[in-house]
């Protein structure tokens, strides 16, 4: 009988677990926003970004600009966004640090204030 308690109380400790573990939810430590922003951007423009911070000192030159953002980019962000004064200093292109990092990506302007080519939805995680 006691084997049976001792059963039974492990079953139920078991359940408890699982429903603690389950009920856990993760909130990144970065702004879905602006993560959705930068990879959303089409490629050309990513390419032009990598290029412009080539341009500038911040991406080396072996670096080939192709539109993915490796560790070499995000750091060289990182360097331009700490640089600039950019409010956000997370390593991501939101499209207000695209737009100050390349003004000639706002050839036209939404009414929201978002040239259309940069504003793909705002979404959060």
Known sequence: MRSVRLICLL???GAVQ???ASAE???PDF???RAHEDATRPIDDHIALQRKLQALGFLPSEVVPDGVYGD???RAILRWQEQASQPNRDGFLGNDDALSLMPELATETSTQGVPPRLDRGR???
């Open 31 to 33: 702004d879905c926003s």
């Open 18 to 20: 699982c429903q603690a």
């Open 11 to 13: 079953i139920l400790w």
């Open 25 to 27: 939810v993760y909130h």
């Open 123 to 125: 979404n959060r995680c």
């Open 72 to 74: 070499a980019t995000r």
